[in-house]
């Protein structure tokens, strides 16, 4: 039975990118990506996906009058793409209550930091300005806080002397790729329970 996955994201899309990897090497079992969805059009992520023969759906926001409207035809997408989870990989937009209600435990979520600790937009860079010596990322289930739901796991690197939030972030990055892999491994063979 196919494991069908979804794809939320906002950007360049290295992280669709490496599961969408994962998948055609087989490294996720019986998974297969039926939608990548976007709120912004030109996401080089959506580009990504085309190249891949992959469901492209853009959803520009500006085209609606409000964020439920925005979110309905997002979730009127996910409706039709019947997706056993819905991966964000960089969406930059916060799920509303409903959204999450309506997905409950089947959301996750990477960010670039070993939550709780730095939640919310440039993890990478306060990590850098609180002195941290170790850093990382955490996948985790989306609840309807920002960046606070059911940590799935976490990769850590060391924060070196000399970093920038450039270099700190690409040394982060090389572990998402493969964390966020390894956990959505993790929660399609029951391994992890979902909230
Ligand atoms: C990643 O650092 C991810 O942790 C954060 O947004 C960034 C997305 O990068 N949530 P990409 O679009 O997957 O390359």
Same mark, same amino acid.
């Given at each position: 039975?196919?494991?069908?996955?979804?794809?939320?994201?906002?950007?360049?899309?290295?992280n669709?990118?490496?599961i969408?990897?994962a998948?055609?090497?087989?490294?996720i079992?019986?998974?297969?990506?039926?939608?990548?969805?976007?709120?912004?059009?030109?996401?080089?992520?959506?580009?990504?996906?085309?190249?891949?023969?992959?469901?492209?759906?853009?959803?520009?926001?500006?085209?609606?009058?409000?964020?439920?409207?925005? =979110? @309905?035809?997002?979730? +009127? $997408? #996910?409706? %039709?793409?019947?997706?056993?989870l819905?991966c964000?990989a960089?969406?930059?937009?916060?799920?509303?209550?409903?959204?999450?209600?309506?997905?409950?435990?089947?959301?996750l979520n990477i960010?670039?930091?070993?939550?709780?600790?730095?939640?919310?937009?440039?993890?990478?860079?306060?990590?850098?300005?609180?002195?941290?010596?170790?850093?990382?990322c955490t996948v985790h289930f989306?609840?309807?806080?920002?960046?606070?739901?059911p940590v799935i796991l976490q990769r850590?690197?060391?924060?070196?002397?000399?970093?920038?939030? =450039? @270099?700190?972030?690409? +040394? $982060? #990055?090389? %572990?998402e790729?493969q964390a966020y892999s390894e956990a959505i491994r993790r929660v399609l063979s029951?391994g992890v329970?979902s909230?």
């Amino acid at each position: 039975m196919p494991r069908r996955l979804a794809v939320l994201l906002s950007g360049r899309g290295s992280n669709f990118e490496a599961i969408a990897e994962a998948v055609d090497s087989g490294a996720i079992p019986g998974a297969e990506i039926v939608a990548v969805i976007s709120d912004v059009p030109a996401a080089v992520g959506l580009e990504r996906a085309r190249r891949r023969g992959l469901p492209a759906f853009p959803v520009d926001r500006s085209g609606f009058a409000s964020r439920g409207e925005h =979110e @309905s035809e997002i979730l +009127r $997408i #996910l409706e %039709e793409a019947k997706p056993d989870l819905i991966c964000l990989a960089g969406y930059m937009r916060v799920l509303s209550p409903e959204f999450v209600a309506r997905h409950r435990g089947r959301i996750l979520n990477i960010h670039p930091a070993l939550l709780p600790k730095f939640p919310g937009l440039h993890a990478q860079k306060r990590a850098l300005e609180a002195g941290e010596t170790v850093s990382g990322c955490t996948v985790h289930f989306v609840d309807e806080g920002t960046d606070t739901g059911p940590v799935i796991l976490q990769r850590t690197v060391p924060v070196l002397p000399g970093d920038t939030e =450039e @270099s700190l972030s690409e +040394r $982060i #990055l090389v %572990e998402e790729h493969q964390a966020y892999s390894e956990a959505i491994r993790r929660v399609l063979s029951g391994g992890v329970k979902s909230p």
